[in-house]
């Protein structure tokens, strides 16, 4: 889940519409592989075909799932227990895909979305499903994600109950909306689901109350004062995106404007508006992105009035939020994945412990006061850097940070005579480098933490350890409630 920077921040819809999500092909086709290994061929489903289907369980993108003469398909919408009517809207080798035509029993945990563009947006997928069975299906997806890529005896496995929020609306700090204009009014929102219209949104159910206000201000901005907007097929125009992150903990606000140029008409007007109508505004920023691309930030960053950064505290530790600096999305949840990483750790105190994939040092400072030492790596050099500063700004004084890979760091300090008692590992969604596992395997440290944001690369990556590693426990955590994202904390031991 952690990524150096823009890791997160470089998709486009900033929701959860990752390439791993979206495609198909790649997310769910080892369903039709463990449930159904050999299909009926003689039975071929048909572009547009009607036909009834009962819906066994949800897929990791939270669509339902079923089975119509032993072929699956997967329906957008539908839920574990329905009976639905559908309508067969694309085929694939594997699996086809369906629309709901008809809902004839509908399943006792639907409910009625609480976005008015819930349908549309595409950036939740689970709203129409009551929160509690939410958590539910999801240690699902895991345990799928465990029968598609292992293989381990799952009914021997402990996975705990879903971790989640008493009130999971307004969690997330920083909202990336798209700008756009129609009709000579200007639009601020996310790209249709599979598509290139733009929703506006003007309140988002999961977004903090403060990202909602701040966008709704500065788009009002623009409008007024006529700022040129970036037209997306005619490569056109100036202002692209408006991102707004604030310290839900402290209270301070960024605004960040990406544009296609760095000049900026009527830039000291803007400002001024700004900061009268969002008095709580410490930053804001200019980032210059002008290439024809999916990533939000370009690599020019200015600051045009305040500070380069927000602050922000999860628990004990306060950070520095530049506008490109990765930092989760929901800061608490983050102390609750935090805590159960630290719990699957079991450090005593003397433990020499690395923290791999280590961003801006979050995981290893968090755990640093129950460690005898400390070590982190990144492959980043500006999260190295604000890893060490936010080791001495805390005082941790046995925590080192390193620019590299671990699988050439671990056996140049195994080389050196250091040898780590437990790594913590926070991957990316494309899950650990191959060449890193097989030097854990190599150096066989005692504890090995996973903390995953994708249940089939967490899979595939335990299935890699299994020869040596034992799975003790799987804890998953809801980090962004309404989506089919979940993440999880592992606690691996050597066999």
């Avoid at 809902?103 to 976005?115: Q, T, W």
């Avoid at 604000?386 to 005082?395: I, L, Q, R, V, Y």
Wanted: charged share 30%; proline share 5%; hydrophobic share 35%.
């Amino acid at each position: 889940m952690k990524k150096s920077f823009e890791k997160k921040d470089q998709v486009k819809k900033d929701f959860t519409k990752s390439k791993d999500n979206v495609k198909k092909p790649q997310a769910n086709k080892g369903i039709v592989k463990k449930n159904h290994a050999k299909q009926d061929d003689s039975v071929k489903i048909q572009l547009k075909q009607t036909f009834p289907l009962t819906i066994k369980r949800l897929g990791i993108n939270g669509e339902g799932v079923g089975y119509f003469k032993r072929q699956v398909v997967f329906v957008p919408g539908a839920l574990p227990g329905e009976e639905v009517v559908v309508e067969v809207t694309k085929v694939h080798p594997k699996f086809s895909e369906a629309r709901i035509k008809k809902i004839r029993k509908p399943s006792e945990h639907r409910i009625k979305p609480l976005c008015p563009v819930y349908d549309q947006c595409g950036g939740c997928q689970l709203q129409h499903l009551q929160y509690a069975q939410q958590l539910k299906e999801k240690r699902d997806i895991v345990i799928q994600a465990l029968e598609r890529h292992t293989k381990l005896k799952i009914e021997q496995l402990e996975i705990r109950p879903t971790i989640g929020m008493e009130n999971p609306w307004g969690y997330r700090n920083k909202s990336q909306f798209q700008v756009g204009e129609k009709d000579g009014k200007v639009l601020a929102g996310l790209y249709g689901l599979n598509s290139h219209n733009l929703i506006n949104i003007e309140q988002c159910a999961v977004q903090h109350p403060a990202t909602s206000k701040a966008t709704e201000v500065v788009k009002g901005i623009l409008q007024e004062l006529k700022i040129p907007i970036y037209n997306e097929k005619k490569r056109q125009g100036l202002v692209r995106t408006i991102v707004a992150r604030t310290g839900v903990q402290t209270g301070e606000l960024q605004i960040v404007l990406i544009t296609t140029k760095k000049e900026l008409p009527k830039k000291d007007t803007i400002i001024q508006e700004i900061k009268k109508r969002l008095p709580e505004v410490n930053s804001i920023v200019q980032n210059v992105n002008g290439e024809r691309t999916s990533v939000i930030f370009g690599k020019e960053t200015a600051t045009l009035e305040g500070n380069d950064f927000i602050q922000e505290t999860l628990g004990d530790l306060q950070f520095e939020l530049s506008a490109r600096t990765f930092f989760q999305l929901n800061p608490e949840q983050t102390v609750k994945l935090y805590n159960e990483a630290k719990v699957a750790a079991k450090l005593t105190g003397r433990e020499k412990l690395v923290d791999a994939y280590c961003g801006v040092g979050t995981i290893g400072l968090w755990m640093a006061g129950q460690a005898g030492e400390v070590r982190g790596m990144d492959v980043i050099p500006e999260s190295i850097e604000d890893a060490k500063k936010n080791a001495e700004k805390h005082g941790v004084k046995h925590a080192k940070f390193a620019v590299g890979k671990a699988e050439e760091l671990l056996p140049k300090w195994l080389k050196e005579g250091w040898r780590p008692d437990v790594i913590v590992v926070d991957p990316p969604r494309t899950g650990c480098d191959q060449e890193f596992l097989k030097t854990v395997l190599k150096i066989k440290p005692k504890t090995f933490v996973y903390v995953s944001c994708n249940p089939s690369t967490l899979a595939k990556d335990i299935e890699t350890l299994g020869h040596q590693y034992k799975v003790e426990y799987i804890q998953p955590v809801d980090m962004f409630p309404h989506t089919s994202q979940i993440e999880s904390v592992t606690r691996l031991v050597l066999k």
